[in-house]
């Protein structure tokens, strides 16, 4: 099964980008559905973005039209690029995958952390 390994937070200033990479470790995400999520501080974690095995997007509302996620033609990396970044969007964020026909993200990468000051 696919393991994802995040990759690229970082801390940076309101208003500027981020690209975060999600990587399977050896197997590609073909047949997944990948999604990204994030943790802030004292929050449960939410729903970010999610790209499905045929290519069909979806985000969380407070992200829509800053955040693209997108997977590479050989479906080995999956991405997050983040545009105008706020402080809210301050968090742990994880790459997660679960297989068709499933409804539960089941493997989930160790997180990356992005901060993003004022």
């Known amino acids: 099964q696919v393991q994802p390994v995040e990759s690229g937070g970082g801390l940076v200033q309101a208003g500027d980008s981020l690209r975060l990479s999600c990587a399977g470790s050896?197997?590609?995400?073909?047949?997944?559905?990948t999604g990204w999520f994030r943790q802030a501080p004292g929050k449960e974690r939410e729903f970010v973005a999610s790209?499905?095995?045929?290519?069909?997007?979806t985000y969380t509302e407070s992200v829509k039209g800053r955040f693209t996620v997108s997977v590479d033609n050989s479906k080995t990396t999956v991405y997050l690029q983040m545009n105008s970044l706020k402080p809210e969007d301050t968090a742990v964020y994880y790459c997660?995958?679960?297989?068709?026909?499933?409804?539960?993200?089941?493997?989930w990468g160790q997180g990356t952390q992005v901060t993003v000051s004022s």
């Open positions: 790209i499905s095995w045929n290519g069909v997007r």
């Open positions: 050896g197997r590609t995400f073909s047949g997944y559905d």
């Open positions: 997660a995958a679960k297989s068709l026909g499933t409804r539960t993200y089941r493997y």
